[in-house]
């Protein structure tokens, strides 16, 4: 099993382009996550899906939109990319909502001129 | 919403115990959880404890919960390199239906 996995791990964007992270796991799990990673500022919550067919928005959805194209595959959209959205990004999955360990991807590294 | 506080480093000898201490604000939490970012890579599940539960031990880690306090601690017995990373406190709703609620995150350097 490969887990969780995302692509690409580092991309370099300029301001306005756009772009679309992809994410997909092998665990046949129910829900799965986007967060975003910056220093000082910890893991915060974008977009998450409970269930395939189903997504929400989390802390900080401004600026993005999400896909979950099937039970494996939750994809994250900046559509006009902007510096502030320079970050790490990180997918993750888990069998539910409610007490299920969280698996995390390897994450992707964004930085936008 | 969920508040979840923690400091942003901690640094200890080899050898030493390592102390890493988070604050929550939900009376109502149902499931802690202590996640561990090795350098360069994603989050990893360390240890969790239930909220009807005072402590629990896995091998060099001990989980303390003080619900009174709202406080949640996780204690590294003889700290190694290795174990230089980034600690995240998290905290499950009561509800369950939300996802968890991250700390920011506390570096830990561990110093030969």
């Known amino acids: 099993n490969a887990g969780v996995t995302q692509t690409p791990k580092f991309q370099v964007l300029k301001t306005g382009q756009s772009m679309t992270l992809q994410c997909a796991q092998d665990m046949n799990h129910n829900s799965m996550y986007w967060y975003r990673q910056d220093p000082g500022m910890g893991l915060r919550l974008i977009y998450y899906?409970?269930?395939?067919?189903?997504?929400d928005k989390g802390e900080v959805p401004n600026g993005y939109n999400v896909s979950r194209l099937n039970k494996r595959e939750f994809s994250l959209r900046l559509e006009s990319a902007a510096p502030s959205q320079t970050s790490v990004y990180f997918c993750a999955s888990s069998e539910g909502q409610g007490p299920y360990e969280q698996y995390f991807g390897p994450g992707t590294r964004l930085t936008v001129t | 919403g969920e508040d979840v506080e923690q400091s942003l480093f901690l640094s200890v000898r080899e050898g030493d115990s390592s102390v890493i201490n988070c604050t929550y604000t939900?009376?109502?939490?149902?499931?802690l959880y202590w996640y561990k970012q090795e350098p360069g890579a994603g989050l990893q599940l360390l240890t969790y404890?239930?909220?009807?539960?005072d402590m629990k031990q896995d091998q060099r880690l001990t989980v303390l919960l003080n619900k009174k306090d709202k406080h949640l601690s996780l204690r590294i017995a003889d700290t190694q390199t290795g174990d230089s990373a980034i600690y995240f406190c998290a905290v499950l709703r009561n509800s369950g239906n939300t996802p968890l609620v991250f700390g920011k995150g506390t570096r830990l350097s561990v110093i030969a």
């Open positions: 939900d009376s109502s939490s149902t499931y």
């Open positions: 404890i239930f909220s009807n539960m």
């Open positions: 899906s409970a269930s395939e067919g189903t997504t």
